[in-house]
């Protein structure tokens, strides 16, 4: 017994000692430096230079072939379906009883032409950097503005280009004499950017192939907003580049485990009212801590498998529509609000049409990019556990920025701890209402939380 209790007394101080090192000890990172690379087919030697970009910027229009559009609805003509078990609603996966119906709806009422036709309607253009093909949209104001401010806005996974959609004419229309010239790429390997032909494309090298997008669009410092993987990527523009980012902007804050936040997390947990400014609202936010671990649990299972074996889920999305329908809708269900789960239909279309979801989809399916956008996973997902430097937060953005903070997002953090984050966090918004998709959810409120936050940048 004796044995035991000195056992159990010496791993509580092993683990306090290992808490207090994380916390107070351990130095802040550098800023890591980046190394160029090369991610066009043609394969280099080592030490081989890395070839010069052609800096040409081409336009670019939507035009599917007709022969992919017939071999894709002879593909669903040929679905199968799930019979799902009675009573699991969306528990088990995308419903089958649904999924019939979507796919029904898919076949005889959705019109891609005229679906490609609203893509069309915003100027799309495509330049070669590193190698690659980058697509982006490109929208300026839409009336004569005092000032116009170039902001540079990123989706995520399993979305696309399509979620800024309704918010972009909310951005370039005049408020205050402020408007917004707005650029809006494909993360490379999503819709119509090229996918990257060698090994090592994560966020960083993002990071970098959008600040040269804007360089080449005559941007030297611009503004930048995401959500998911956007928030990501912008926050990594604003620690590896910071020279270039005038404000950043994001719906998904991230989390820390070093410092005050760290602290106040873990007292929060049991004494909110010490640490929190709203005691029961930022509870919420972050516990109970086990319903959200067992929630997380559920619902990253995606995760796991794109970050380690990407093509082999890939070559099954990338040979059949109906089980990527299935595979990317059902995180429009849940992560969209996570009451969803218990409906027959996910709600998907208590905040899409299907209309909007299919087109989502389309994008993912005429691309050919399914692949590749799981692989974003592969090169990822390991720096998050790996590379401390960027990825798990503990170099703080220094630029003025800005966080909304949504109801249904998969994480969230109260401002008292969020704002440790942040070395000039200047904005912090509780939304009312909205989900992970919150550019596509709610635009509006998205877009004049952006505006809100640029004019207290630009007032600064």
């Known amino acids: 017994m004796g044995i035991f209790i000195k056992f159990f007394a010496l791993t509580i101080l092993v683990a306090f000692g290992a808490v207090v090192y994380q916390i ?10 980046i190394p160029e690379k090369w ?33 894709l609805k002879h593909r669903l003509d040929l679905a199968r379906f799930v019979e799902p078990l009675p009573g699991t609603q969306f528990n088990y ?32 253009f495509k330049t070669q950097i590193n190698g690659i093909d980058i697509h982006f949209i490109h929208v300026k104001p839409s009336k004569p503005a005092k000032t116009v401010v170039p902001i540079l806005i990123s989706h995520g996974w399993p979305g696309s280009v399509l979620e800024y959609y309704k918010a972009i004419p909310l951005l370039t229309e005049p408020t205050n004499g402020v408007a917004f010239e707005v650029i809006c790429p494909s993360i490379p390997g999503y819709g119509w950017s090229e996918a990257p032909h060698q090994t090592g494309f994560n966020v960083p090298q993002t990071a970098r192939i959008y600040v040269k997008l804007m360089e080449r669009l005559n941007h030297k410092t611009f503004f930048v907003h995401g959500g998911d993987y956007g928030s990501l990527i912008g926050r990594t523009m604003a620690i590896l580049y910071p020279e270039h980012i005038r404000g950043l902007h994001t719906t998904m804050a991230g989390s820390t485990n070093k410092g005050l936040s760290l ?22 936010k972050m516990f109970p801590f086990w319903e959200n671990i067992r929630f997380m649990v559920r619902e990253s299972g995606y995760m796991h498998i ?15 529509p109906v089980g990527l329908a299935a595979y990317i809708l059902e995180k429009f269900s849940v992560w969209t609000n996570p009451a969803f789960l218990d409906k027959p239909d996910g709600g998907l279309t208590e905040k899409f049409t299907l209309d909007e979801l299919l087109t989502n989809i389309m994008i993912y399916w005429t691309s050919n990019n399914v692949a590749s956008s799981m692989r974003y996973y592969k090169e990822n997902v390991p720096l998050l556990f790996i590379d401390f430097n960027i990825h798990e937060f503990r170099i703080k953005a220094s630029v003025p920025s800005a966080v909304a903070d949504f109801p249904h997002e998969l994480m969230r953090f109260p401002y008292s701890v969020t704002k440790h ?40």
């Open 93 to 124: 996966g995308f419903n089958g009883n649904y999924l019939k119906q979507v796919v029904d709806y898919w076949k005889t009422k959705y019109d891609w032409r005229q679906q490609e036709k609203e893509l069309n309607k915003f100027n799309h």
């Open 263 to 284: 602290i106040k997390s873990i007292i929060g947990a049991y004494f909110p009212q010490l640490v929190f400014d709203n005691p029961e609202a930022d509870y919420k």
């Open 24 to 33: 107070f000890l351990t130095p802040d990172p550098e800023v890591p430096v």
């Open 421 to 460: 984050q942040y070395e000039n966090l200047i904005q912090y918004t509780s939304m009312p209402r909205g989900g992970h998709f919150a550019a596509f959810e709610e635009p509006k409120l998205v877009a004049d939380d952006i505006k809100t936050f640029v004019s207290k940048v630009l007032k600064k």
């Open 39 to 71: 991610f066009g087919r043609q394969q280099l030697k080592a030490g081989e230079p890395i070839p010069k970009d052609p800096l040409t910027i081409n336009r670019f229009t939507i035009n599917v072939s007709d022969e992919v559009l017939t071999d």
């Open 306 to 320: 794109q970050s380690t074996r990407p093509d082999t889920v890939g070559a099954a999305m990338l040979d059949s």
